[in-house]
């Protein structure tokens, strides 16, 4: 099938419904949000309405999108669909936890994903009844759904921090063959003494590693201390070579960009104005696919080496590029649906990735 010279709702429509077996009006309704969302980097459905290619008045074109987000997109599709982008069967997870507040009420998320393009790629999220930190049931249940959806992919390491912790959560991961990677509180037992007792005396910027593994949790596991500031340690429990599980544990870091790109320096979840779990998911999931296809597109232009790409790239007096592969993506895509033509239609039926699996 020619995919060039189609509006870009159709070219989208047609890499997605391989995975989005729902019904036909609201896979329209999905596709026509994900490119409302991109077009004006905002959730908030009452502004979307305007804009948005749906058919209808505006208050008629609302009234369809409040209907669709109280739908549920069963997790298993976009689940397909994640692990089909990530193109691997061998993946680094990372868990963790975003939150936010409307007037006195939390929203409160706790998120599963995969290590991905300095990013990470959400997979998978509960939303949490109260404000504070998960329980190790919750935690327990997302990832054994996870195992259960995706019996064919390896975990090669979870990581998480130091709010992640329990007996029972380490016992359920030990049990499952899922290697730790987690930082522990300096208080946490390690063979009966607290683990900053073995710590002491160290110099900023030095390891500390037993080389015995230690019990901890009630599991055998590694454990290193680094001394990473004058006020600052980490103590990690792992499994492997703590050269490995240091490097590792940095990617965790790549779960702070995914949340910066779906909220402030993206498309701004937290003005959505939603509460209900089950509307925030599937607007959440929406954001998920957006975020993705953004990714991808900046993927691409940095593959393309233009001049405008480089310069957002190079790096500035901090270190960092002037502009994520996210944001390149995101201004691409906005820019391409802000001003219609056959020509950007053709740009952007190539930037629609290719998902026919």
């Given amino acids: ?48 309405k305007a804009t948005i290619t749906l058919p209808g008045s505006r208050e008629m074109r609302y009234q369809r999108l409040l209907r669709f987000v109280q739908f549920l997109i069963p997790e298993e599709m976009y689940l397909k669909f994640a692990l089909h982008v990530l193109g691997t069967d061998e993946l680094t997870l990372i868990l963790d936890r975003t939150n936010w507040k409307l007037g006195k009420r939390d929203v409160n998320i706790l998120m599963l994903s995969a290590v991905w393009e ?3 790629l959400p997979l998978m999220w509960r939303f949490l009844p109260h404000g504070g930190s998960s329980d190790q049931r919750i935690r327990k249940e997302l990832m054994a759904d996870f195992l259960r959806h995706c019996p064919q992919v390896h975990i090669d390491g979870l990581l998480a921090d130091r709010e992640f912790i329990g007996q029972d959560w380490f016992t359920f991961l030990s049990e499952h063959g899922i290697a730790p990677c987690i930082r522990l509180r300096s208080d946490t037992k390690m063979d009966s003494l ?39 340690m980490l103590y990690l429990a792992y499994k492997g070579r703590a050269d490995q599980n240091l490097r590792k544990y940095a990617l965790r870091w790549q779960c702070e960009n995914l949340h910066a790109a779906l909220k402030t320096r993206g ?22 696919i957006s975020f993705i296809w953004c990714l ?16 957002a790239k190079r790096q500035k007096a901090h270190g960092y590029a002037s502009k994520s592969l996210f ?16 020509e950007n239609w053709n740009r952007l039926a190539r930037l629609v990735p290719r998902f026919e699996g």
Avoid: C
């Fill in 1 to 48: 099938m020619n995919h060039l010279n189609q509006p870009p709702q159709d070219s989208l429509f047609t890499a997605l419904r391989p995975f989005f077996r729902i019904d036909q009006r609201r896979f329209t309704v999905l596709v026509a949000l994900i490119l409302a969302i991109i077009q004006q980097r905002s959730v908030v459905l009452n502004n979307l």
């Fill in 118 to 120: 300095g990013f990470s």
């Fill in 194 to 232: 607290p683990v900053h007792v073995f710590a002491k005396k160290m110099q900023v910027g030095e390891v500390r590693v037993w080389h015995s593994s230690m019990v901890v949790y009630g599991v055998r596991l590694r454990v290193l201390a680094l001394k990473v500031s004058k006020t600052e």
């Fill in 267 to 288: 498309f701004d979840l937290e003005a959505t104005g939603l509460t209900q779990a089950e509307r925030v998911s599937t607007l959440l999931m929406v954001i998920a």
């Fill in 296 to 311: 991808r597109t900046g993927t691409v232009l940095l593959l393309e080496g233009n001049v405008e790409t480089m310069k």
């Fill in 327 to 342: 944001r390149l993506g995101l201004d691409e895509l906005r820019d391409l649906l802000s001003h219609p033509s056959p």
